[in-house]
């Protein structure tokens, strides 16, 4: 199994959280009978070096692997999806703007239908937060979720987009973009900044006092986000979960992470359990298939499932996986989940 996860640049925050939770994974079925009675292997690739060296590293592995699973950004995805020769099975598990439907291509993350609007909706009711400033990193995650937002703001009485900023990814310095908020009057600030990248932007944030005027959503911000940023007030994230999640699936998931990686493993975030939850799709994709050929994976995925995973009672339907969404709001270094704004049907 090719596993691309982040190792440097501004995702690469994620990375050690991913790492671990591949780790437990593939230590749980090498526990058991492997994938389809095969013991598990994994070769890991940066999935933060950038799209032409990630898409080089994984052609050297041409051969040598049987399957794909990886957190890393839509610009990345878009690289391996366009250069992937021969095909193997491809599991892409991080949150992402929408819209795949390559043969092959299977996907856990939440897009924005399911976690941003909803997240807004429900931070427009319970907190009357209706004008929107939206940040976001220049690529195409945060531009094709940013372009979501502005058409249902269209449609929307009670959603109004006042600013919309792209910096390049890396960017460390803010002062322009929190110009803008401030001329915007907005109330709230969508983040679709990435990694360390939001990081800077949260700190920013705090030291400018806009806390205090402006709330602010991350459907990319988890723990080690919080972390880092030392800038909870007004802060809030949208996932399918969290490390504080109180599911019985989730907590057991937890208990079995902390278990076998000891206390000081990296928080269980929503990228790295992610992880996790890729190597578990991948593994019913292949029990269905009886095969890890692409061809019969695309006819067992056709099919639509459904199974219970950490993040509770899941289903796959059209090559996505549709899954409960919550929202959390930073409490000093964690988040509190406080409401559900997604069920799976």
């Known amino acids: 199994m090719g596993v ?46 950038g799209p032409d060296a990630v898409v080089r590293e994984v052609a050297e ?10 957190w890393h950004d839509s610009a990345v995805r878009r690289a391996l999806v366009a250069a992937r020769t021969p095909t193997v099975p ?28 909803p997240a807004m909706r429900w931070m427009g009711e ?35 987009v006042v600013s919309t900023t792209f910096v390049p990814l890396g960017s460390t310095r803010f002062g322009p973009v929190l110009d803008a908020v401030e001329r915007a009057e ?17 700190r920013a944030f705090a030291r400018r006092g806009l806390a205090d005027r402006c709330v602010r959503l991350g459907p990319l ?15 809030y994230s949208t996932a399918g979960f969290f490390e504080n999640l109180t599911s019985a699936d989730g907590l057991a998931l937890g208990a079995r992470y902390f278990g076998r990686l000891g206390s000081c493993a990296p928080p269980l975030t929503s990228p790295g359990e992610s992880c996790y939850e890729g190597v578990r799709l991948l593994v019913e994709l292949a029990r269905r298939a ?25 289903v ?13 709001a930073a409490d000093a270094l964690e988040f509190d989940v406080v409401a559900q704004v997604s069920a799976v049907a």
């Not at 592995?61 to 990886?70: F, I, Q, R, S, T």
């Not at 598990?93 to 299977?106: I, N």
């Not at 004008?131 to 058409?151: H, L």
């Open 4 to 49: 691309v996860i982040p190792r440097s640049g501004p995702s690469g925050i994620f990375g050690p959280s991913c790492a671990a939770a591949v780790q437990v994974a593939v230590d749980e079925l090498n526990d058991g009978d492997g994938v389809l009675g095969e013991p598990v292997e994994v070769s890991v690739v940066d999935g933060g070096a």
């Open 186 to 202: 907005a109330d709230g600030v969508l983040v679709l900044l990435l990694g360390s990248d939001a990081v800077a932007f949260n």
């Open 126 to 160: 319970e907190l009357s937060v209706r004008r929107w400033a939206v940040v976001g990193s220049d690529y195409v995650w945060p531009r094709r979720t940013a372009a979501r937002v502005r058409q249902a703001a269209r449609r929307s009485r009670d959603l109004e």
């Open 316 to 328: 796959f339907d059209g090559r996505h996986l549709a899954q409960d969404v919550y929202i959390a």
């Open 61 to 70: 592995m041409c051969g040598e692997v049987d399957a794909l699973v990886g």
């Open 90 to 117: 491809y599991v892409y598990t991080a949150t992402y703007e929408g819209g795949e439907a390559s043969d092959g291509v299977f996907l856990t993350g939440e897009t924005p239908d399911r976690h941003v609007l």
């Open 221 to 235: 911000m988890d723990e080690n986000m919080l972390l880092a940023s030392g800038a909870s007030r007004g802060l």
């Open 290 to 314: 009886g095969s890890l050929d692409s061809a019969a994976i695309n006819r067992a995925a056709a099919e639509g499932f459904r199974y219970v995973s950490p993040r509770g009672d899941v």
